[in-house]
């Protein structure tokens, strides 16, 4: 199995450009998660999905939007890119939502905003 | 509404000597609560977690962390680090609420050196 998959794993977009981070998972669970890290600033969660055909917004959902392909695929996608969204982006995935669930995080995408 | 607070940073230890990375929460409900570390260039793993009865809580790589109600903590241990321990880890706590919302320390950056 190879778990949490991200691509790209890098990418470099100048301001105003638009782009799809992507995500799936093959161990068939219920809830994804899309957050950014910051430099002392921990993990930020800034869309989830419960379940296949919800999502939901988090901490920081501003400038983002996300789609929920199918129970396999989360998308994540900038429409606007913005230099304060330079960040790494980690996808994730636990077989319920609730407190108690570990979450089964992906490689990460580096996204540079210039 | 619950936080996380890692006291520390940086680490850094000889190798084979022991480590203690601080963790300290805040919630007004029960809690549950993680311990993830992330290799360089790496998604975040488990390392152990804590949902309820014996306060120590074992995990893997030899790490274990004991969960203190009255002093709101949940502080990491290891008795003999490795190299290979050199990674940056991540306290998080989740309220015992059916909810989704999973908080993320800072992180403690731990570098063992020889």
């Known amino acids: 199995n190879a778990g949490v998959t991200q691509t790209p794993k890098f990418q470099v977009l100048k301001t105003g450009q638009s782009m799809t981070l992507q995500c799936a998972q093959d161990?068939?669970?219920?809830?994804m998660y899309w957050y950014r890290q910051d430099p002392g600033m921990g993990l930020r969660l800034i869309y989830y999905s419960a379940s296949e055909g919800t999502t939901d917004k988090g901490e920081v959902p501003n400038g983002y939007n996300v789609s929920r392909l199918n129970k396999r695929e989360f998308s994540l996608r900038l429409e606007s890119a913005a230099p304060s969204q330079t960040s790494v982006y980690f996808c994730a995935s636990s077989d319920r939502t609730g407190g108690s669930k570990t979450q089964y995080f992906g490689p990460g995408t580096r996204l540079l905003v210039l | 509404a619950q936080s996380v607070t890692q006291l520390d940073s940086q680490v850094p230890v000889f190798e084979e000597a022991p480590v203690e990375l601080r963790c300290n929460y805040s919630s007004s409900v029960s809690v549950y609560l993680f311990w993830y570390v992330q290799y360089p260039n790496q998604g975040l793993q488990l390392l152990l977690k804590?949902?309820?009865?014996?306060?120590l809580v074992k995990g893997i790589n030899g790490f274990e962390a004991e969960f203190n109600k009255s002093q709101t903590s949940f502080h990491l241990r290891k008795p003999s680090v490795h190299i290979s321990d050199t990674a940056e880890y991540f306290c998080a706590v989740s309220e015992d609420t059916g909810g989704f919302k999973t908080i993320f320390g800072a992180g403690t950056r731990l570098f063992v050196k020889a």
């Open positions: 804590y949902l309820s009865g014996s306060t």
């Open positions: 161990m068939n669970h219920n809830s």
